[in-house]
């Protein structure tokens, strides 16, 4: 059998099951609680357009030449000023441009890991980071999270066991489980890996989704403070503020890991695509993001409370959740034992589809939590789900 031939390492990487589970949700008259895509009615076209306009007329030959590894100079200036509202203080030099957080994790899992080196997630965490680090030949631990995200102090105990590489965490407005990483436990998170040294890898695609004016400081804010820098490393993507097709997306890299990392970036593609670069350094030029992010969370936080609301007042009595602060994401779970791996298909009979929880875990997964995600639905259709849902109940 010529599958034989297949790298071990890539004969136990499964297709996404989310993908294969929601392969019926784009059938007619189902609604999706299931995709975790940005909701492409708010995408931006006049200022994409704008934007385009402005390449092809100054920029043609940047935008169609092969660029340098570390990505367009100017646009990782311009990160620069992104991030410091994120309370992250760096030079451009620091910042290197990839084709989205997801390859910014590849990259990193191929940098850092050997096989056997333990890595840290969140349960549940996100589903295609476990890919890359299973791919990478980690081996995986999980540390609870609560209302507050995180359990600090589980970890705690575990690095108190045993030696461990990295925390992998998505501290803010997180995908799958919707919390947010409390102040405390930030401070206590970046103080414990700077006594246990142990890296910590900060996935923030969602802290612009914002639905209050709390502000909450990246890790790698915390590190300037506790002189940590060596430790945490930081991606984001313009994927969920700007259009996830164009695939640009950074890293924020301590010294030492620099050239490695670029390294890395030239054997993968040699750069992230100069054009997507281009396109979105002139649309940030054009000054629209802050408005554009205004919309996106006034949308997203419309549909967050129509959801909440709805499934409090339905399905209270049988389901629990926190209140997402921000972000696509709310993550419930059952008050009693469920399956909702089993019950997707008795929901998608009755016209409506969710993740089940449980592809979320490294290991022992909690089969009665699932995933809806709010953020591509109309409000109407979130009440027809919540409707849909509560009528599919055993
Ligand atoms: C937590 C998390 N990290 C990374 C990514 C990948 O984003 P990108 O489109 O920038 O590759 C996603 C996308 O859904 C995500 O939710």
Redesign the pocket.
């Known amino acids: 059998m010529s599958s034989q031939k297949l790298a071990s390492r890539v004969k136990d990487l499964h297709p996404s099951a989310i993908r294969e589970l929601l392969k019926h949700s784009k059938m007619e008259g189902v609604i999706s609680l299931g995709g975790?895509?940005p909701n492409p009615q708010l995408f931006d076209t006049e200022g994409l357009q704008i934007a385009l306009d402005r390449v092809m007329s100054s920029d043609v030959n940047e935008a169609f030449q092969y660029g340098i590894s570390e990505g367009i100079p100017a646009l990782r200036e311009a990160i620069c000023g992104i991030v410091a509202d994120r309370s992250i203080h760096c030079s451009a030099d620091s910042v290197l441009i990839t084709?989205?957080?997801?390859?910014?994790?590849d990259i990193l899992a191929r940098a850092l890991i050997n096989p056997g080196d333990v890595i840290v997630v969140e349960r549940p965490t996100?589903l295609?980071?476990l890919q890359v680090f299973q791919l990478a030949e980690a081996s995986l631990e999980s540390v609870s999270t609560d209302g507050e995200g995180m359990n600090v102090d589980e970890l705690e105990a575990l690095v108190q066991r045993q030696r461990i590489k990295a925390v992998y965490i998505?501290p803010t407005f997180?995908?799958p489980g919707g919390v947010t990483l409390s102040e405390p436990r930030r401070k206590q998170l970046v103080e414990l890996s700077k006594r246990h040294d142990f890296l910590i890898i900060e996935?923030d695609?969602?802290s612009e989704i914002n639905f209050s004016n709390t502000q909450f400081k990246t890790l790698r804010g915390y590190a300037e403070e506790c002189d940590n820098l060596d430790n945490v490393i930081y991606?984001s993507?313009?994927?969920?503020i700007l259009a996830?097709g164009a695939?640009?997306?950074w890293l924020i890299v301590p010294d030492w890991l620099k050239q490695a990392v670029v390294n890395l970036k030239q054997a993968t593609d040699l750069h992230t695509s100069t054009l997507s670069q281009s396109l979105t350094l002139h649309y940030l030029q054009t000054g629209r993001l802050p408005a554009q992010l205004e919309l996106i969370r006034a949308s997203y936080k419309e549909k967050c409370d129509v959801l909440c609301h709805e499934l409090e007042k339905e399905l209270g009595d049988r389901l629990s959740f926190h209140r997402p602060l921000g972000g696509m994401f709310l993550w419930a779970t059952f008050k009693e034992e469920f399956d909702t791996t089993l019950w997707l298909s008795k929901t998608l009979e009755h016209g409506v589809v969710y993740v089940p929880g449980e592809f979320f875990y490294c290991s022992e997964p909690n089969r009665s939590t699932l995933r809806l995600s709010y953020a591509s639905v109309s409000n109407e259709g979130l009440r027809e789900a919540v409707a849909r849902l509560k009528a599919a109940l055993p």
């Open positions: 975790g895509i084709s989205g957080s997801q390859q910014s994790l996100y295609a980071a998505v997180g995908n996935d695609p969602y991606t993507t313009f994927s969920k996830p695939r640009v997306g």
